[in-house]
């Protein structure tokens, strides 16, 4: 396992550019960074990445001149990949293969997306399964990039029920998997322990400490014991990177940040 940071630990405000924002983390040690691609917020523009091959080779430029290995890009496109109607899955297939050949230009051995908001679906279930019809095909794209495609987790998705998981991941995965954050699960009450079996499927990992009712907690107050988070990782033979990513300026001085990092270093991850 190898530690990564987040683009999202630090604000525009902060960091203006992506350059200003890479030139940060390596400034707090890291070696990769998960870059977030999120319209109207960071880092990257998921609608110039789909249509302004310019704005795709100063970003590449950008980031391979950094030096940073890229663990992740942390996505959301203007179509969720439950979207009902084929004319609005043929949107969200075009936008995810042009995200596929961004993350090859770089070396990018993951993609993240949300499921799909709870309060956007009418019918959780019946988004769910055609999260199932389409896996196979977004499995094979990933294999021919070398790429995994992977859900969050996330608070507040059709994936925030531990159950939903499951359910999805005996029909998706390896061709997607979940990129784990115990964080979502514990603002919710759900213990780090009661996660364990959903682990194995991870494609990619976040973290950043959590108590139940708050997604982000500082080191001195949050609820998760990163010895067990690191024991469960091992358990499960995960082999990837595991990306701090505290967000929107919560963690503005760094200090949460750079004790996660070392103590995960002490527990055995490689810087």
């Not at 200003?20 to 977030?36: H, M, Q, S, T, W």
């Not at 499951?166 to 964080?183: A, C, E, K």
């Not at 009712?213 to 080191?219: C, E």
């Not at 595991?242 to 810087?271: Q, T, W």
Request: glycine share 10%; charged share 20%; aromatic share 8%.
């Amino acid at each position: 396992m190898k530690l990564s940071c987040s683009t999202l630990v630090f604000t525009l405000e902060q960091c203006p550019t992506l350059v200003d924002n890479l030139e940060a983390i390596k400034a707090l040690g890291f070696e990769a960074v998960d870059i977030a691609a999120f319209p109207d917020w960071q880092n990257l523009s998921p609608t110039q990445i789909v249509s302004d091959d310019a704005y795709v080779d100063r970003c590449v430029e950008e980031i391979i001149t950094s030096g940073l290995e890229v663990s992740s890009i942390n996505c959301r496109l203007s179509r969720d990949i439950c979207v009902w109607g084929d004319d609005e899955y043929e949107i969200f297939w075009g936008e995810l293969k042009a995200m596929f050949v961004f993350a090859d230009k770089i070396g990018c051995p993951n993609i993240t997306i949300p499921p799909g908001g709870k309060n956007k679906i009418e019918d959780q279930q019946q988004a769910l399964e055609l999260i199932g019809q389409r896996a196979s095909a977004i499995g094979a794209l990933g294999r021919k990039y070398g790429i995994t495609l992977s859900h969050e987790v996330h608070q507040g998705s059709i994936l925030e029920d531990l159950e939903a998981g499951f359910w999805l991941m005996d029909r998706t995965f390896p061709n997607i998997g979940i990129t784990y954050d115990p964080s979502h699960y514990v603002m919710q009450g759900i213990s780090l322990l009661e996660t364990k079996e959903i682990v194995p499927y991870s494609h990619h990992v976040h973290i950043r400490n959590a108590r139940q009712g708050a997604m982000q907690a500082g080191m001195d107050d949050g609820e998760i014991s990163l010895e067990e988070f690191v024991g469960m990782l091992g358990d499960s033979s995960y082999n990837g990177y595991v990306s701090i990513e505290y967000f929107n300026g919560f963690d503005g001085g760094c200090a949460n940040i750079i004790k996660i990092r070392e103590e995960l270093i002490s527990l055995g991850i490689a810087p």
